[in-house]
């Protein structure tokens, strides 16, 4: 994109130069490079980029050096463009990440070898989008069916366990699915068991069952 004034920061030269380079001929102005956390900053701070293209991981530590410049940047300079890059998915930190709002994104490096793509995700978020690695998608997607409780339940009990939600007793949830009491109650302690709920009063354990009905929404 012309014009379009960018930081870059990156520890390995290599693929910093090359970054820049890339980003010169596709008609950014590259403002500045850093190797670290703090060096971003304070050129960040220097220069009042449009785009801010760090890595996650730089000296000293290697932890969160990237994330953390990335953080203050974007609440000094709220406007400004952040696109962070991982050498792999890091789910806790993209989402941190992730949710500061728009013109932001996370992609992996290997993503840098397939050009017009990493271009196009640039403008995107340059333009007020956030661009998400398809990598970290499907790794939320495979965290959320490894945690949800109620993948185990079968569209029958989902359906009684949300007929509980509303607060009906099993006599009603009979009445509203044409089935027995008998049926019902067999559904009920179907539920309880595979929620792994604590063998309690009945009650108890119905609420406890809503309960995770409702967090798992």
């Known amino acids: 994109m012309s014009g379009v004034r960018v930081v870059l920061a990156e520890d390995d030269v290599l693929l910093r ?3 820049a380079s ?6 950014y102005d590259v403002a500045g490079q850093a190797a670290d956390g703090p060096g971003l900053l304070a050129l960040a701070r220097e220069t009042g980029p449009e785009l801010v293209v760090a890595d996650i991981r730089m000296p ?7 994330l953390e410049a990335a953080r203050v940047i974007r609440q000094e300079m709220p406007g400004t463009a ?10 806790e930190h ?19 070898a397939n050009v017009d793509e990493f271009l196009d995700a640039l403008a995107r978020i340059v333009k007020g989008g956030a661009v998400v690695d398809p990598a970290l998608v499907q790794e939320l997607v495979a965290a959320r069916r490894r945690d949800d409780p109620l993948e185990a339940l079968s ?19 009979s009445r509203r699915l044409w089935v027995t009491g008998g049926t019902v109650e067999k559904h009920v302690s179907s539920i309880l068991t595979k929620l ?3 063998e309690a009063g009945d009650n108890h354990r119905r609420v406890l069952a809503v309960i995770t009905f409702l967090k798992a929404r």
């Not at 890339?22 to 008609?27: I, N, Q």
């Not at 569209?155 to 949830?173: C, F, P, T, W």
């Open 155 to 173: 569209a029958r009990e989902r359906e009684v366990l949300a007929l509980m939600a509303e607060g009906r007793s099993n006599a009603g949830i």
């Open 60 to 66: 000293p530590t290697h932890t969160t050096e990237g």
């Open 94 to 112: 993209a989402m941190e990440l992730l949710a500061s709002g728009r013109r932001i994104g996370y992609l992996l490096k290997s993503r840098i």
């Open 22 to 27: 890339l980003l010169e001929r596709s008609g």
């Open 196 to 198: 792994n709920l604590p």
């Open 17 to 19: 130069e090359g970054l």
């Open 82 to 91: 952040i696109l962070v890059l991982s050498a792999y998915v890091e789910v």
